[in-house]
């Protein structure tokens, strides 16, 4: 089941990616939207956040999509690895889980880090009726946090042995 979670997550961060290369301008504006402030609140003092620059926003864009991609490559790599390792010895499987871990790690950092910090809050997304991302982060970030802890509970064993004889 692990092995299949941390799949699902690869397929998703890989159609993200993929959906903003092939359908570049739609999400670019979300990005340049959030990063010029340009649909916050009349008059807030933070202003001087705002970044105006073309080419920062084309960077910034590029770098989501090449994390959206990362993400997804290394889940991949994690599902792909846990699967191999589903009847190994417990140090080897605890490996594949490892690499299946910083997979949704490299995803919570790209949505909450990126999304819920620094551009809901320090380019105050929160205020824009049209472009803020929080709710859908926020959905993002449960799968992967959810899909994390599993990967890192305890696998179940053989049932102790009954010692009240």
Same mark, same amino acid.
Request: aromatic content about 14%; charged content about 10%.
């Given at each position: 089941?692990?092995?299949?979670?941390?799949?699902?997550v690869?397929v998703? &961060?890989?159609l993200?990616? &993929?959906?903003?290369?092939? =359908?570049y301008? *739609?999400?670019?504006?979300?990005?340049?939207?959030?990063l *010029?402030? =340009?649909t916050?609140?009349?008059?807030?003092r933070?202003?001087?956040?705002?970044? =105006?620059?073309p080419?920062?926003?084309?960077?910034?864009y590029?770098?989501?999509?090449a994390?959206?991609?990362?993400?997804?490559i290394i889940?991949?790599?994690g599902a792909?690895a846990?699967?191999?390792?589903?009847?190994?010895?417990?140090?080897?499987?605890r490996g594949a889980?490892?690499?299946?871990?910083?997979g949704?790690?490299?995803?919570?950092a790209l949505?909450?880090?990126?999304?819920m910090?620094?551009?809901?809050e320090?380019?105050l997304?929160?205020?824009?009726?049209g472009?803020?991302?929080?709710?859908a982060?926020?959905?993002?970030?449960?799968?992967l946090?959810?899909t994390?802890l599993?990967?890192n509970?305890?696998?179940a064993?053989?049932?102790p042995a009954?010692?009240?004889h």
């Amino acid at each position: 089941m692990k092995a299949l979670l941390t799949a699902l997550v690869a397929v998703f &961060a890989l159609l993200v990616a &993929a959906n903003n290369v092939t =359908d570049y301008n *739609s999400n670019f504006q979300f990005v340049q939207h959030v990063l *010029s402030m =340009d649909t916050t609140f009349e008059g807030n003092r933070l202003m001087w956040r705002a970044i =105006d620059s073309p080419w920062v926003h084309h960077l910034a864009y590029w770098l989501i999509i090449a994390m959206e991609f990362a993400v997804g490559i290394i889940s991949a790599l994690g599902a792909r690895a846990l699967f191999a390792a589903r009847h190994a010895p417990a140090a080897q499987y605890r490996g594949a889980a490892m690499l299946a871990s910083w997979g949704m790690v490299l995803g919570i950092a790209l949505w909450f880090g990126g999304f819920m910090a620094v551009g809901a809050e320090w380019f105050l997304m929160w205020q824009s009726e049209g472009w803020n991302g929080q709710q859908a982060a926020f959905r993002f970030i449960m799968c992967l946090f959810g899909t994390l802890l599993f990967l890192n509970l305890p696998e179940a064993g053989p049932a102790p042995a009954d010692e009240t004889h």
